[in-house]
Each structure stands twice: as structure tokens, then as C-alpha cells.
């Protein structure tokens, strides 16, 4: 009877005494990757935004300047009312007509 072989049971508990700290910390770093609400993954895709947040600051900034520099150039030269309205608003005096020409290659042709 002495020497039977050790149980189940009994290895899994000196295989669980051994390795507990390591078990411990493997379901720990398990944890923080995928379960924890400040996981790993969370952190990535919350940086993710943060980078494509900032891409869309600079590009409204480098808008904004834009606008301000049409905007004194509005102010400077009081014509430039004129040719804005007609070019980007296609406005046109009373007694005007407006013929727009279009280029032989930007008129797209019908599939079959």
C-alpha cells in the first residue's frame, strides 16, 4: 500500500503548490490584457483615437488659416467679393447668362 501512485488529485495539488505564482501571474497578465475596463486593448484603441484626433486638429487648423487668409484677402480687395461669389457660388448679374464648357475628356462616357 505504500507504494501506490499518487492521485490525481494529489498532483494537481503539488503541481498547483509548485506553480502557483506563476499561475497567479499568468491570469493576472490575462486579465489586464482582455477583461480589465483599463486593459491593454482599451489602451490601444483609446490611443488610436488620440491619434486621429489630433490628425483632424491639424487639419482644421491648417482650414482655419486658410479661411483667415481668404477672409483678409476679403477685406483688403473688395472685388474679390465678386469673383468668389461667381466661382464658388456660380452667382450671376441679372442680365447675365452662364455657359459652362466642359472639357472633352472630363465628361465621363456611359458603360455598357
Not at 73 to 98: G, P, T, V
Not at 101 to 112: F, G
Amino acid at each position: 500500500m505504500e507504494n501506490e501512485k499518487p492521485t490525481l488529485g494529489l498532483k494537481t495539488r503539488a503541481f498547483l503548490s509548485k506553480y502557483k505564482y506563476v499561475i497567479i501571474s499568468v491570469a493576472f497578465i490575462i486579465w489586464m490584457i482582455f477583461f480589465d475596463q483599463n486593459s491593454v486593448l482599451m489602451h490601444r484603441e483609446l490611443n488610436n483615437e488620440i491619434t486621429r484626433l489630433n490628425e483632424d486638429i491639424e487639419y482644421y487648423q491648417k482650414e482655419l488659416n486658410t479661411q483667415n487668409q481668404q477672409l483678409k484677402q476679403l477685406e483688403k480687395d473688395k472685388s474679390s467679393y465678386e469673383k468668389i461669389a461667381r466661382e464658388k457660388y456660380f452667382m450671376k448679374k441679372s442680365n447675365e447668362d452662364i455657359f459652362i464648357i466642359e472639357l472633352k475628356d472630363s465628361i465621363q462616357q456611359p458603360t455598357k
